[in-house]
């Protein structure tokens, strides 16, 4: 059945003028605005209000290294070690939303089990190339949370392919692994340009302004797995008879 | 067992905490402050319908047919973010490449049954949303099996699917939902009797094509840029 590696879907052929919108469908109507602003102000929405922190950064597809994208993490902490996002593919009020990251630190990760350590990637090139920003926070405020966050791990799945063009989120979600600073995980410079560009920022100034954030003084090679092994992930689907308590469908 | 194992790590450290108040005054939230309604209903795991889920769906629509939604294992602030489910109108489900369907459920039943509730909405405004989702298609992701008791998001993404008829749901767990909600599926299901599912009938293909679904982990060769095999990836 499907996989995360299927062709693009839907005859989409690429993202960028294409000319269709993405997803389709037909505009909001008057009716539905109604109901939604009424829901949003009977309804408190508490998880909403306790994301705190904006990131925007990079992705690459494990399964296809040479697919990478610009990621908006809106992240909540449950505590000091552990942090979940939703991830969007930008950060306007539209953006859509393209998969979810959780964060943990080194202190956590160490904990898991091998076979679980293989699916998470490392932050700490992430955060000290500059890649990683918190958009409009100045970086002598965020400096103690990327020193966190520089010996973190994470583990992010893609729902929503949309560079491939997918038009609806189609097929299995795809694992993601971090930018680093060798070989494929290298980010290509016309995607951190255009994002230089959005924010008024300079990745290599934002670099060498955290040549002191501290290297984690150990990486756990069981995280960003493809460096050790040239292996990726992928996720397929296969039909199982369903243990049932009453009839299905 | 608790649906809300407690997450391992020490208490948010008052730095981190003053840290994240001022980044989120000084940031903006765009995709989240578009997230405008609270639904909850159940979901169980594509393979295995006796493991049974309270998901609370955070929505924003992307446009009239499209809305993505966060799912988390409970309304209050300390909630696990558990999953995602996008929400598409039967015009966008039949566009859909058919290999695709089967991982989308119906959601007919789960609104006709009254299962499907918006907490804290007078019942009017509630049915005109109710009377579109019956109509509609989803596909729901989970990265947290907090019914198992993972106190953090262990192993791959499992597909998830809704109630399609009598009989599926646990009464613990629907009486537990009714009772902190005050909400009567029996009277909401007399009242939805009316509500019209998709216009051509729930497609078959939907819901696994009537066959559980199981996620499985393939280890896969990295594709190298432009055909080249690199020896060394450190």
Request: charged fraction near 25%; proline fraction near 8%.
């Amino acid at each position: 059945m499907s996989t995360s590696s299927d062709e693009p879907a839907m005859g989409a052929k690429k993202v960028e003028g294409a000319g269709e919108p993405i997803p389709p469908g037909k505009p909001m109507t008057m009716e539905q605005h109604i109901v939604d602003k009424g829901a949003m102000m009977l309804q408190r929405l508490k998880p909403m209000k306790q994301i705190s922190q904006h990131g925007c950064s990079f992705a690459i597809y494990s399964h296809d290294m040479t697919r990478q994208i610009e990621t908006h993490h809106y992240c909540t902490r449950i505590n000091q070690d552990f942090l979940q996002c939703a991830v969007y593919d930008s950060d306007g009020s539209h953006g859509r939303l393209i998969g979810v990251e959780y964060i943990v630190s080194d202190k956590t990760f160490e904990a898991l089990p091998p076979d679980e350590q293989k699916l998470w990637h490392s932050h700490a090139y992430e955060i000290k190339s500059g890649l990683w920003v918190n958009p409009r926070v100045p970086e002598v405020v965020v400096k103690p949370e990327l020193e966190n966050l520089a010996k973190s791990y994470g583990k992010f799945w893609c729902t929503w392919q949309l560079d491939r063009g997918d038009r609806l989120p189609i097929g299995t979600p795809a694992l993601m692994v971090s930018p680093q600073g060798v070989n494929m995980g290298v980010p290509s410079p016309e995607l951190v340009r255009t994002r230089d560009l959005k924010y008024n920022i300079l990745t290599e100034a934002i670099r060498d302004s955290r040549v002191e954030i501290a290297e984690p003084e150990w990486l756990n090679p069981m995280a960003d797995y493809w460096k050790q092994h040239g292996k990726g992930f992928k996720i397929d689907v296969e039909p199982v008879d369903m243990k049932l308590r009453a009839p299905f469908p | 067992m608790s649906q809300h194992p407690e997450v391992p790590g020490d208490p948010t450290a008052t730095t981190t905490s003053l840290l994240e108040k001022a980044t989120a005054s000084i940031q903006r939230f765009g995709p989240i402050s578009h997230i405008h309604q609270h639904l909850c209903a159940f979901h169980f795991y594509s393979h295995d319908m006796t493991r049974q889920v309270e998901a609370h769906h955070f929505c924003g629509h992307l446009n009239e047919e499209v809305r993505q939604c966060l799912i988390y294992n409970s309304p209050e602030p300390d909630a696990r973010l558990i999953g995602i489910e996008y929400i598409v109108t039967e015009t966008l489900f039949d566009m859909l490449p058919d290999e695709e369907k089967p991982m989308w459920h119906s959601h007919d039943y789960e609104v006709k049954g009254g299962y499907l509730f918006m907490p804290g909405i007078p019942g009017p405004v509630e049915r005109q949303d109710m009377e579109k989702v019956a109509k509609t298609y989803g596909k729901t992701i989970h990265f947290w099996q907090v019914d198992r008791g993972d106190n953090l998001p262990l192993g791959i993404p499992q597909i998830m699917f809704a109630l399609t008829r009598e009989g599926q749901l646990y009464d613990e767990l629907a009486q537990d939902v009714e009772r902190r909600y005050k909400v009567s599926f029996a009277a909401e299901k007399e009242k939805r009797k009316d509500i019209e599912g998709p216009e051509m009938g729930r497609h078959p293909l939907a819901n696994g094509a009537g066959k559980g679904l199981q996620t499985v982990l393939k280890e896969v060769d990295v594709k190298p840029p432009s055909g080249t095999t690199p020896r060394v990836f450190v």
